[in-house]
């Protein structure tokens, strides 16, 4: 025992002297730069949208950075930002978030992508009493629970889709629908169906079918079979990314028959370029779109963003990597309004927050959700086999009409 | 009891007070170094029944998942309808004071210990007749069910999860809430360690190695290995659930796939873990544990992206090069440090005859 005693104490001692050295920790402020922290994920089954979203992120650090950066007390900082991938896991979420603070010494944090996640990271934010500026935790329930160092630029879930019904019965002369849903089983798209519900009791609608659907799902044929046989007049479809590939995929495959397909996540997902014409007609909720009218001096109007996002990471911007500039956007602001770095100050600066942006108005509610912006439906329309995205509501930016009801797939070519 | 010998006394004393001092000492760690204590607690269960009962399990994430859930949902429903704090979008939400934060903690990680232990009295009942690579896959299929299930159950959340209840502001000290869920879990950790090290000086473990060795030729030798192995997979569950009600707590979030029942990181890596450290042995999941979380704190970060490529390329070092584990390894290289003696004669007429 002896020996692998002596063994076992060079390693503990070994161990010691590695984590004291290490525990000297960062500044909030560093020389010229303002260090934020992220946990994003870069790998599991968030990772494209988490890369959107870092995407965004990096896009507004350079573009602050080039033109001039933020000026506090008459000194001009950086913003740098510390990443992290949380594996696109809860757990491993909120043990980073610790680690930003506490070992890296962050003072101002920037959220992750997915509703579920930012559930995972707040309460740890909330404790240390840092600021968090997110732009991709829409879940209504992260509004609710009195959270003060959260602030989210966009609008909650729930109200992604409720305008789809809305349209759908106004386009039933008023009369209630009966409505298909099927919805992953996460923060997030159970709030878009909390929505949903809200909208049909509203509404006079019925619904009539109300499926759950698996995380990392790549297969809904056993919803689809029954929206075959029952004929609902909307079909309501959530589950990120992958929710909205594998609808299009599996409802083209079985030509399912529906009036209206309403979804989420299709420009994340890419819709348009990876299934073409098969995509067509989907209705999609958005918080953003290049088209609308917003405008700011850093990026221009959305048009000029999305064509300087596409050439520097050789693709449309989708309204993740949107939001999470503006995150940056309002940090710098705030960051100009407190002309301080105490974080108290700082998120003093956040709740008077009320800006114009490229992505769209940002004045925070009570509960830290932005409520100046509303949300966006485009419907993805071809001319040929060229497809894109057009704004159908609200009426003040669409550009094209809202096609419905989408044509039967045998008198589709 | 066996006396203890006093080298052992020394560095058992060592490490208590290491770990006593830890929070301390690393102040900004404290939520790593409580990681590191549930992952030693997962890692020594583990070896009980992969290690010395030759059962390998992948079903000790289903009492984890458990005895979080059931921690949460006690320490909420104690006060207040837990239907309404879990209920979607959490329009209402309560507040619990300090006392009813640590009265609800406090039952409910009784109810999280006894609860995943019933359960697996039940469950071993119906499956420990299972062997080898049934038992594996049949466990594997009970984590992944369950969560599945709390993914559909409304009253715990469903898949909006389940936000556990906040640490009580009125403890206005920030260090508080890392330092309590830290003693918390060191205190699971010395309990787990105390009671396996009681097991591994008893006939206990001499049965499960009868079983891991020959099931058949110790059921005729007139033991009762069916009871044997429910009693011990009962035990694994008591401390699992236990483990996963202060992780439970220390997170704030449960996810039924992605935190509680999560077979496809813990689940995994106590198993990995315990083979990293060696398996059947009483320290080798502690090194193991403790080596794999440095690794993975340390190099993770660095290698963004690619932390699951190196993890892969870690588990086939492993098994290629430690198959027995590090402290596999180490007996095979100084087996005299075990207590193992070996005629050196005996070894070189081997050798000749080879």
Redesign the interface.
């Known amino acids: 025992m002896n020996k692998l005693a002596k063994l076992f104490v060079t390693f503990i001692s070994a161990i010691t002297l590695a984590l004291v050295s290490f525990t000297s920790s960062f500044a909030k402020v560093e020389g010229e730069y303002i260090v934020l922290g992220s946990a994003i994920s870069l790998t599991g089954k968030y990772s494209s949208n988490g890369v959107h979203t870092q995407n965004g992120y990096n896009m507004a650090v350079d573009r602050i950075n080039k033109m001039g950066g933020v000026e506090v007390q008459g000194k001009k900082y950086k913003f740098e930002i510390i990443y992290y991938d949380d594996e696109s896991n809860p757990k491993r979420a909120a043990q980073l978030a610790e680690r930003l603070i506490k070992q890296d010494g962050v003072h101002y944090m920037l959220g992750p992508y997915s509703s579920g996640l930012t559930k995972a990271i707040a309460p740890v934010t909330e404790k240390y009493k840092i600021p968090m500026v997110e732009a991709n935790g829409a879940s209504r329930s992260l509004f609710t629970k009195g959270y003060k160092y959260l602030f989210a630029v966009l609008s909650p879930a729930n109200q992604y889709l409720e305008v789809a019904i809305d349209l759908a019965v106004e386009k039933n002369g008023g009369k209630g629908v009966k409505i298909a849903q099927a919805f992953e089983q996460d923060a997030f798209s159970q709030d878009v169906r909390l929505g949903i519900l809200d909208a049909a009791k509203r509404t006079g609608s019925e619904i009539i079918i109300d499926d759950k659907l698996p995380k990392e799902l790549n297969d809904m044929a056993a919803t689809l079979a029954k929206v075959k046989a029952v004929k609902p007049d909307v079909l309501v479809v959530s589950g990120h990314t992958k929710g909205a590939l594998t609808a299009i995929r599996q409802i083209s495959e079985m030509k399912v028959d529906v009036p209206m397909l309403a979804m989420t996540h299709c420009d994340a997902a890419k819709l348009s370029k990876q299934h073409g014409k098969k995509s067509e007609f989907a209705l999609c909720a958005s918080q953003w779109h290049k088209n609308l009218s917003y405008k700011d001096k850093f990026f221009g109007s959305g048009k000029k963003y999305a064509k300087d996002f596409q050439k520097e990471f050789g693709y449309d911007p989708p309204y993740q990597s949107a939001e999470s500039s503006a995150a940056l956007l309002v940090f710098k602001d705030a960051f100009e309004r407190a002309n301080s770095f105490d974080r108290d100050a700082v998120r003093d600066a956040l709740v008077d927050t009320e800006m114009q942006t490229f992505y769209g108005n940002i004045k925070f509610g009570p509960g830290g959700q932005n409520v100046a912006k509303p949300m966006i439906l485009f419907q993805v329309r071809c001319k040929g086999d060229d497809c894109e995205n057009r704004v159908v509501a609200p009426t003040k930016w669409a550009s094209d009409k809202f096609y419905h009801p989408i044509p039967k797939w045998s008198e589709r070519s | 009891m066996e006396k203890v010998?006093q080298?052992?006394l020394?560095?058992y004393s060592?490490?208590i007070i290491?770990g006593l001092a830890a929070p301390y000492?690393?102040?900004?760690?404290?939520?790593?170094l409580t990681?590191l204590c549930v992952l030693i607690v997962l890692a020594m269960t583990w070896n009980l029944q992969g290690g010395e009962m030759g059962y390998n399990t992948f079903g000790n994430i289903l009492f984890y998942g458990l005895g979080m859930y059931l921690t949460a949902s006690v320490q909420v429903g104690m006060f207040f309808p837990l239907a309404e704090w879990t209920e979607?979008?959490?329009?209402k939400?309560f507040v619990h004071t300090t006392a009813q934060y640590f009265q609800g903690i406090g039952v409910g990680l009784l109810v999280s210990a006894i609860i995943p232990a019933i359960i697996a009295g039940a469950i071993g009942y119906a499956i420990l007749g299972l062997r080898g690579h049934y038992f594996a896959i049949c466990t594997l299929g009970l984590g992944i069910a369950a969560g599945?299930i709390a993914?559909?159950i409304e009253i715990i959340g469903?898949?909006?999860?389940f936000?556990t209840p906040?640490?009580p502001a009125e403890i206005v000290d920030?260090e508080a809430?890392g330092k309590f869920f830290y003693f918390l879990s060191f205190a699971l950790l010395v309990g787990t360690f105390v009671f396996v090290k009681y097991i591994y000086g008893s006939r206990f473990k001499l049965i499960l190695n009868a079983i891991r060795d020959n099931e058949d030729k110790a059921e005729a030798m007139g033991i009762q290995t069916m009871k044997y192995k429910i009693v011990g997979w009962m035990c694994s569950a008591f401390f699992c659930g236990l483990a996963g009600g202060i992780?439970g707590g220390?997170?704030?979030?449960i996810?039924?796939?992605?935190?509680a029942f999560?077979g496809r990181?813990m689940g995994v890596f106590m198993v990995l873990m315990a083979i990293l450290g060696g398996k059947g042995t009483l320290w080798g999941p502690v090194?193991g544990a403790?080596l794999f979380h440095?690794f993975k704190e340390g190099l993770?970060?660095l290698i963004?992206?690619w932390?699951?490529v190196a993890l892969g390329v870690l588990i086939v070092v492993i098994v290629v090069y430690f198959p027995e584990g590090l402290m596999g390894w180490?007996r095979e290289k100084?087996p005299e440090?075990f207590g193992e003696v070996i005629d050196d004669k005996d070894r070189k007429a081997q050798v000749e005859l080879k």
Do not use: C, N
């Open positions: 010998k080298k052992d020394i560095l060592g490490l290491l000492l690393f102040s900004a760690f404290k939520v790593q990681y979607s979008g959490g329009e939400t599945e993914g559909g469903a898949g909006q999860g936000t906040p640490f920030t809430r992780m220390l997170i704030g979030y996810d039924s796939t992605d935190v999560d990181e090194i403790t440095f993770w970060t963004l992206g932390q699951y180490l100084y440090k």
